[in-house]
Nanobody
């Protein structure tokens, strides 16, 4: 079993910053990649960014390019999302995800519980 726990969400004014964390744990944990998604009420879950665990190769969705930065701490099995220049449109529940099983056909097989980010105008 793999557990992902997000933290760091909260209320922030437009233009402000937040840093989200997601710590992975589990028996014989193997991480291949981790990513961040978000979902606003009534909207589809949106890919934000991802990073490979071995090489640290990153990718970003268009909505967050230049504002959000993903990073990892391999020693802590933790991924971070630094969010700057936040906009009200960024308000959503933010989820982290991990690929821990190479036999799973999808890109991610484990998901966190989510953390709320609210950006006021």
């Amino acid at each position: 079993q793999v557990q992902l726990v997000e933290s760091g969400g909260g209320l922030v004014q437009a233009g402000g910053s937040l840093r989200l964390s997601c710590a992975a744990s589990g028996r014989s944990l193997r991480l291949y990649a981790m990513g961040w998604f978000r979902q606003a009420p009534g909207k589809e879950r949106e890919f934000l960014t991802a990073i490979t665990w071995g090489g640290g190769i990153t990718s970003y969705g268009d909505s967050v390019k230049g504002r959000f930065t993903i990073s990892r701490d391999t020693a802590k099995d933790t991924v971070y999302l630094q969010m700057n220049s936040l906009k009200p449109e960024d308000t959503a529940v933010y989820y982290c995800a991990a690929k821990t099983n190479l036999r799973y056909s999808g890109p991610y097989d484990s998901w966190g519980q989510g953390t709320q980010v609210t950006v006021s105008s």
